[in-house]
């Protein structure tokens, strides 16, 4: 199960999506996904690959898992894997039919729950099918080059 939100020492009202850039769903889906502006005044896309990003820093800090979900920083709490897909659709505008359906699909957090481990699963199988490496597998890398 996803831990409650943890405070950040960040509290502004951008809004960061940490996402794995070398997973083409996890892309798009955080490239395509909207906010509405009266709740975020701006979105940061950052992939967590970038071990140097200081959100990635933080969210590892803070103990979540960057190959288990995706993560959302807004209003200076750190959201993790179904509740960033969650807290992502209930913030996107109610205007256009991809905005609903991610309202409707991923808005309620029950459902995000039951379905965000299948996403996972998903993806973490569409890594192995495309050669790439896991993100706990090049910070180990890392750790053994310092």
């Known amino acids: 199960m996803d831990k409650k939100p943890k405070k950040t020492p960040s509290d502004d009202g951008d809004l960061a999506i940490i996402y794995d850039a070398e ?3 996890c892309t798009a889906y ?5 906010i509405d502006g009266g709740n975020a ?9 970038s071990s140097d ?3 990635v820093q933080q969210a590892k800090a803070a103990g979540l898992d960057l190959d288990e979900g995706m993560v959302v920083v807004h209003q200076g ?5 179904a509740d960033a897909l ?3 659709a ?5 205007q256009g039919l991809g905005n609903r ?3 409707l699909a991923f808005g309620n957090s029950t459902f995000s729950r039951l379905v965000y481990p299948v996403l996972r699963g998903g993806r973490n199988t569409l890594l192995r099918l495309l050669g790439r490496t896991k993100i706990r597998d090049i910070d180990s890398k890392a750790d053994r080059n310092q």
Do not use: F, Q, T, W
């Not at 005044?41 to 690959?49: D, K, Q």
């Not at 709490?77 to 894997?81: E, I, M, N, V």
């Not at 209930?90 to 109610?94: E, I, S, V, W």
């Open 41 to 49: 005044a701006n979105v940061r896309r950052i992939n967590a690959r």
């Open 77 to 81: 709490r750190l959201y993790h894997g």
């Open 86 to 88: 969650n807290i992502m």
């Open 90 to 94: 209930r913030l996107a505008p109610k």
């Open 23 to 25: 997973c083409p769903v």
């Open 53 to 55: 990003d200081a959100l």
């Open 101 to 103: 359906l991610n309202r």
């Open 30 to 34: 955080s490239c395509s996904v909207e």
